[in-house]
């Protein structure tokens, strides 16, 4: 009996990634608009009952595939613990949220067919990110002791221009003259948000050092 569930719960193992590789071909071929459940079935060699029985529907399918590459649904790292550590963490953040999002065109592509959605599956998504980045907020102000007021907006501006730029970036080849399609326009816009970042923990220094005399 215990081998027939580990056989079943193998087959269900090798069954759902076969889905997702499946997906992430598709996209990577010729965008989401393509993704039926049929042909996603028949691309992963499975029935097309399993995606409904694994994951609910084909939005789930692709729900668990953006899940499983998302950039803020799986950011584990370690937050610093003293302020001198701040900006150079904030920065290589940054940096890591943009070569992420840069080398995974599936993803990219994803990103938009969740802009297109409202359901629970998508909101099931945002919520988990949500969670990542309040906590994130909440220990940079913390750390710098300012009003998370003060420190979600920046956040948000400069994690929302990464996604919005890196979507951009495969139809347009220009915003406000950054060359979005270079490496060389992404390092000019990367050097510009952290000179933003280096002068706003400078200033959120300052002003505490200010504030305890």
């Given at each position: 009996?215990e081998n027939a569930?580990?056989?079943t719960?193998?087959?269900?193992?090798t069954?759902?990634?076969?889905?997702?590789q499946?997906?992430?071909?598709?996209?990577a071929?010729s965008?989401?608009e393509?993704?039926?459940?049929?042909?996603?079935?028949?691309?992963?060699?499975v029935?097309k009952?399993?995606?409904y029985?694994?994951f609910g529907?084909?939005?789930g399918l692709i729900a668990?595939?953006?899940?499983?590459h998302d950039f803020?649904?799986?950011?584990?790292s370690e937050f610093p613990g003293?302020?001198?550590?701040?900006?150079?963490y904030l920065k290589?953040l940054?940096r890591?949220q943009?070569?992420?999002?840069?080398q995974?065109?599936t993803?990219r592509r994803?990103?938009r067919w969740?802009?297109?959605?409202?359901n629970?599956v998508v909101?099931?998504?945002?919520?988990?990110r949500?969670?990542?980045g309040?906590?994130?907020?909440e220990a940079?102000?913390?750390?710098?002791?300012r009003p998370?007021?003060?420190v979600?907006?920046?956040?948000t501006?400069?994690?929302?221009?990464v996604?919005?730029?890196?979507l951009?970036?495969e139809?347009c080849p220009?915003y406000n003259?950054?060359?979005?399609?270079?490496?060389?326009g992404?390092?000019?816009?990367?050097?510009?948000?952290e000179?933003?970042?280096?002068?706003?923990?400078?200033d959120?220094?300052a002003?505490?050092k200010?504030?305890?005399?």
């Open positions: 009996m569930k580990l056989r719960e193998k087959d269900r193992q069954t759902e990634k076969a889905l997702l499946a997906v992430g071909e598709m996209v071929e965008g989401f393509q993704l039926k459940v049929n042909a996603v079935a028949e691309r992963a060699g029935s009952v399993l995606i029985r694994y529907s084909l939005d668990a595939y953006i899940e499983a803020w649904i799986n950011y584990r003293k302020r001198k550590q701040l900006a150079p290589a940054f890591a943009v070569d992420h999002l840069r995974d065109v993803l994803l990103y969740e802009l297109s959605g409202a629970a909101a099931a998504l945002r919520q988990q949500e969670a990542t309040v906590r994130l907020v940079v102000a913390a750390l710098t002791e998370t007021a003060e979600a907006p920046l956040a501006l400069v994690a929302a221009s996604s919005y730029l890196a951009l970036e139809s220009t003259g950054i060359a979005l399609q270079t490496q060389a992404w390092e000019e816009y990367i050097r510009g948000v000179e933003v970042i280096d002068r706003w923990v400078e959120s220094l002003k505490r200010s504030k305890a005399k």
